[in-house]
C-alpha cells in the first residue's frame, strides 16, 4: 500500500488550495480514505472522510463549509479542497486509507502517507 499526498505550499490567509493523495497497492475504490492533520505541538486531528463510493461524507466542525473531500475512483486519487484558509489551518496534512466504513477516530486507519505540508501566512 501506498499514499503519496501532494500540494501543499504557502498560501495567504483567505486563499485556497487543493490537496491530492495517490494510492496504489490495494483496491481503492473499495476502501474508506481519510484526510488528517497535525500542526506542530499538536496530536494528529481529523479533517475529512469519504466513503469507498464517494457518496458520504463527514468534516471536522473546524473546517465544515471551507473544506471539501472528493474522490475519483478512476484514478485511485482522493482530494482536499481548502478555500477561505486560516493561519489556524497550518499543519501537515495526512492521507489514509481504513478497512472499513469512514471514521474520524485515527486509529482505526490502516496506512498513512508521509504528508505534505500548508502553510497559511501572510
Known amino acids: 500500500v501506498q499514499l503519496v499526498e501532494s500540494g501543499g505550499g504557502l498560501v495567504q490567509p483567505g486563499g485556497s488550495l487543493r490537496l491530492s493523495c495517490a494510492a496504489s497497492?490495494?483496491?481503492?475504490?473499495?476502501?474508506?480514505m481519510g484526510w488528517f492533520r497535525q500542526a506542530p505541538g499538536k496530536e494528529r486531528e481529523f479533517v475529512a472522510a469519504i466513503g469507498s463510493s464517494g457518496a458520504s461524507t463527514n468534516y471536522a466542525d473546524s473546517v465544515k463549509g471551507r473544506f471539501t473531500i472528493s474522490r475519483d475512483n478512476a484514478k485511485n486519487t482522493v482530494y482536499l479542497q481548502m478555500n477561505s484558509l486560516k493561519p489556524e489551518d497550518t499543519a501537515v496534512y495526512y492521507c489514509?486509507?481504513?478497512?472499513?466504513?469512514?471514521?474520524?477516530?485515527?486509529?482505526?486507519?490502516?496506512?498513512w502517507g508521509q504528508g505534505t505540508q500548508v502553510t497559511v501566512s501572510s
Open positions: 497497492g490495494f483496491t481503492f475504490s473499495s476502501y474508506a
Open positions: 489514509a486509507v481504513r478497512n472499513g466504513p469512514r471514521s474520524q477516530q485515527t486509529y482505526r486507519y490502516d496506512y
